[in-house]
């Protein structure tokens, strides 16, 4: 990507007003695996473990799949493209910080009313009776169909408190994406590969409504045509170089967990 492209977008962002989209691109320098990429999650998973159907059908492959997703969100911490994030956020850069990503990991990172339109892992959620209790319901063992976690308030099956597909969108999250989509100037798209709707339809939704396109993302997507900025750059170090393009300074990276913290 050449530095005046950058340069460029560094410019457009400082005018503000940006809707910025996220993806699982967005989280995989935290560890957290995406789903379309190179090592992605559905090309070692049968996607049925993302629907209600596979957790009818095979409750133990089900369960143990969001139980090691619950472990793994536990180790990870934000990164520099999620603390860049929260810095245009602070700097009052942001239309709306719309993320297709479960994983909490924007808010860790000190951005705030982040809109999560496929749901959280903060949580599970009783299927039957939608009372919303501890992530850490997905840890407890799972042998079948009946011993699934149950609520404790009407004995319903728990599952994770995400958008499932086939599920509705929180209708609230998305009504305000379509909205920052048609309101913004700019429409930053971060680490997703847009293959997934309605979500997938809202960059088109903001260049309907007169604004830009920003793409940064490893692989193609089905908008880079449409983008004024195709950013082939790994979402932390494209970010991080804007953030210094912008002269914005970032709070220092939190230490990792030292492994024997003194108690
Ligand atoms: N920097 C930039 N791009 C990256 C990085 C990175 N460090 N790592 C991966 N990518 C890109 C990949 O090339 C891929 O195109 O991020 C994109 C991630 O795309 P997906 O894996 O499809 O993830 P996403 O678009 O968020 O999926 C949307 O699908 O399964 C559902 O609900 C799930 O929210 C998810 C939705």
Redesign the pocket.
């Known amino acids: 990507m050449a530095s005046a492209d950058l340069e460029s977008l560094a410019q457009a962002l400082k005018q503000g007003r940006v809707a910025v989209l ?8 935290s560890g957290i ?6 090592q ?3 090309k070692r998973h049968p ?1 049925e473990l ?1 629907t209600v159907y596979g957790m009818e059908t095979w409750p133990e492959e089900f369960y143990a799949f969001y139980a090691a997703r619950v472990r793994a969100l536990k180790e990870a911490r934000p ?1 520099k ?1 999620h603390r860049v994030l929260a810095r245009f956020q602070k700097e009052g850069l942001l239309e709306a910080l719309i993320t ?3 994983d909490g990991l924007h808010q860790a990172a000190g951005a705030t009313d982040v809109i999560e339109v ?1 749901g959280s892992m903060a949580h599970t959620r009783c299927q039957r009776c939608g009372r919303k209790d501890s992530p850490d319901r997905l840890l407890e063992p799972v042998t079948g169909r009946d011993d699934r976690p149950a609520c404790r308030h009407c004995g319903g099956p728990m599952r994770p408190d ?2 499932l ?1 086939g599920e509705q969108l929180p209708p609230e999250a998305m009504s305000r994406a379509w909205q920052a989509a048609r309101s913004c100037r700019l429409f930053l798209v ?7 709707a309605p ?2 339809h809202l960059p088109g939704e903001a260049l309907l409504a007169g604004a830009s396109l920003a793409i ?6 089905p908008y880079d045509g449409r983008a004024t900025w195709v950013i082939r ?6 970010l991080g170089r804007l953030a210094e393009l912008m002269g914005l300074e970032l709070e220092e990276e939190e230490a990792p967990p030292t492994a024997n913290a003194s108690h």
Do not use: F
Request: a negative charge; aromatic letters at 6%.
């Open positions: 996220t993806g699982a691109g967005c989280s995989t320098e695996p995406d789903y379309r990429g190179s992605g999650l559905w996607t993302g990164n493209a297709q990503n479960v496929h995400i958008v597909y971060v680490g997703t590969s847009l293959q997934v979500v997938s940064i993302n490893l692989d193609p997507t750059e790994k979402a932390g170090e494209a």
